[in-house]
């Protein structure tokens, strides 16, 4: 599949959105449904393991605290301008 012009713009929007989202927020905090997804799926270690299975009878996980490191909010605002500026160079769709 091709993308054209106006896939190009739009892609580069979202990057810079997301981009943005992550230099305002300094951490996100997962919800126990999520946490255990994660921990289901990872399994490090033997004792996460472990912990899954015992905590999903008694009650909630630990709730997973994810910090995006800073250079990543501006690796996608950078990926996105990029985008965007190569959409601009493209010619137009139908002309």
Known sequence: MELNRNQYFFLGIVFILVGLQLRMVSSYVLNEHATRFLAERTQSSSSS???VSFTSDV???PKKVINPPEWLGW???SFGAVLILHSMA???PGG
Do not use: D, F, Y
């Open 49 to 51: 393991a472990t912990m």
């Open 90 to 92: 493209m010619k137009k």
């Open 75 to 77: 690796c996608l605002i």
């Open 59 to 61: 009650g909630a996980l």
